[in-house]
C-alpha cells in the first residue's frame, strides 16, 4: 500500500493542532506487529488530544487515538499471525506512539489482545478504552464484595461512555442502578440500558458533606470532584467506589469521614497500563456480559474526517454513549 489516511498532532512555532494527512509505511514507529486499522473510538481524552485542550500527545508528530482495532497484515512475533483480528487499548499509544486514527499502525505485540469471540473489530472499539475502563471498575467493585442483592449502585457520567457501558453490564447482572446525569432527557435511554432511577447531576456537584445518609453500595465514578466526594459520603458502611475520571474535576474535596468512620474504600482504577492478565479478564468479560444489541443501539458512527469537530462535542458532553470511528481505506 503506498499511502493511508491519518490525522497527525503537530506543536511547532505556530502551536498545536491536528492536521488531516496522508502517510506511508515508512511514517511508522517501531515495533513487531503491523495492522490494518479499521475502526478506532471517540473517548473523553481522544476529544483533549484532538483539541489539544491537555497534553495527551506527547511526541510530535503523533497519531492520536488511544483505541484501535484490526486485522494483522504482518508480525515477527509469535503470538500473532497475518489475519488475527485485534485490539489495543492505551500502553501510550495516542501519546507517545502513533495511535488509532490511520489506517496502519506498527505497534509491540505485548500491547495487543486477540478481539475475544463474540466481539468483532466495530464492537470492539464501540467498548473501547471507555468501556474495558468500565469493566475494570466492576471488577474491583467485584473483588470487594458487591452483589446484586446488595443494594443500589451510583453511576456518575451515566450518559457517557464509561456509564453507559457500566449500566448496560450491571444491569444485565441484575444491580439496582441509580445512574447521576446532568441529561434528564436521556433518561428513557438510561433506564434502557438498566438504570432503576435518574438522579439529577446538579444534586452532586455541590460541596460534599463529611457523612451523608448511607445510600450505595458502591459507586463508579468519572466525574472526580465533589460528584466523586459526595457519593463517598453516602456510601454504605464498607462499601466501596471505583473511581476513574475528571470530567468535573481534577481536584478531591472530600474529608476522611466515609473512610474512617465507615470503613469505606476508595479504588483508583487505570486502564493505560494495567497488566495484561486483567486486560484479558475484562475483555472476556465484556463479550460475555454486555448485551451486543444495546451495544450498538448505544453506539454511534462518528465521520473520520470531522474527528476535530467530534472532539469537542465529546467534551461538551454533546456525545451519548459511545462513539466509533470507522477508518477510510
Ligand atoms: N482512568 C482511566 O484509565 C480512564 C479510562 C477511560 C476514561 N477515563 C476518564 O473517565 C471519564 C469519562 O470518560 P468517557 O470516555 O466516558 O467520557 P464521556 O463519554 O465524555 O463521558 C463523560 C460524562 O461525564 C459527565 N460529565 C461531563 N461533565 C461533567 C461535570 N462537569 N460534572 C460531572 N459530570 C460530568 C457527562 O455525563 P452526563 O451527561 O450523563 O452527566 C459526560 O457524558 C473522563 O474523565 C476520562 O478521562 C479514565
Redesign the pocket.
Known amino acids: 500500500m503506498s499511502s493511508f489516511p491519518a490525522w497527525l498532532a503537530r506543536k511547532d512555532d505556530d502551536g498545536y493542532r491536528v492536521e488531516r494527512s496522508e502517510l506511508g509505511d515508512a511514517d511508522l514507529m517501531e515495533g513487531d506487529v503491523t495492522v490494518a486499522v479499521e475502526y478506532s473510538t471517540l ?3 481522544d476529544g483533549l488530544a484532538l483539541t489539544g485542550k491537555a497534553p495527551i500527545v506527547r511526541r510530535f508528530p503523533l497519531v492520536p487515538g488511544i483505541d484501535l482495532a484490526g486485522r494483522v497484515i504482518e508480525s515477527s512475533s509469535p503470538d500473532f499471525r497475518p489475519g488475527d483480528s485485534v485490539l489495543l487499548n492505551g500502553f501510550g499509544v495516542g501519546e507517545e506512539h502513533h495511535g488509532g486514527y490511520a489506517g496502519r499502525a506498527r505497534v509491540r505485540s505485548e500491547w495487543l489482545l486477540k478481539i475475544p469471540e463474540g466481539l468483532d473489530a466495530r464492537r470492539a472499539m464501540a467498548i473501547g ?2 468501556g474495558y ?1 468500565a469493566m475494570l471498575c466492576i471488577l474491583k467493585l467485584e473483588d470487594h464484595g458487591i452483589r446484586p442483592d446488595g443494594g443500589p449502585i451510583a453511576i ?8 453507559s457501558i457500566a449500566l448496560a453490564v450491571l444491569g444485565r447482572l441484575g444491580y439496582e442502578l441509580q445512574a447521576i ?3 434528564g432527557e436521556e433518561a428513557d435511554y438510561l433506564k434502557t440500558l438498566g438504570a432503576a432511577g435518574i438522579l439529577p ?1 446538579d444534586d452532586f ?1 455541590r460541596p460534599a458533606r463529611p457523612l451523608a445518609r448511607e445510600t450505595w453500595q458502591a459507586g463508579i465514578d ?2 472526580g470532584g465533589n ?1 466523586l466526594a459526595n457519593i463517598l459520603s453516602q456510601t454504605r458502611y464498607g462499601g466501596a467506589v471505583a473511581a ?5 474535576s481534577m481536584e478531591l474535596p472530600a474529608s476522611v469521614a466515609p473512610f474512617i468512620l465507615r470503613g469505606v474504600t476508595l479504588y483508583g ?4 497500563q494495567c497488566p495484561m492478565p486483567r486486560r484479558i479478564e475484562a475483555w472476556n468479560r465484556l463479550a460475555r456480559d454486555l448485551d451486543l444489541d444495546l451495544l450498538d443501539r448505544l453506539s454511534q458512527e462518528v465521520d473520520f474526517e470531522r474527528l476535530p469537530e467530534a472532539g469537542e462535542d ?1 467534551l461538551a ?1 454533546r ?1 451519548r454513549g459511545r462513539a466509533v470511528v470507522k477508518i477510510p481505506e
Not at 456518575?156 to 456509564?163: I, K, L, Q, T
Not at 476513574?244 to 468535573?248: F, I, N, Q, S, V
Not at 482504577?269 to 493505560?272: A, G, P, Q, R
Open positions: 473517548n473523553y481524552k478504552t471507555a475502563t456518575s457520567g451515566a450518559a457517557g461512555g464509561v456509564g446525569t446532568g441529561r447531576r456537584t468519572v466525574a460528584t476513574c475520571g475528571l470530567a468535573e482504577v487505570d486502564s493505560v465529546i458532553g456525545i
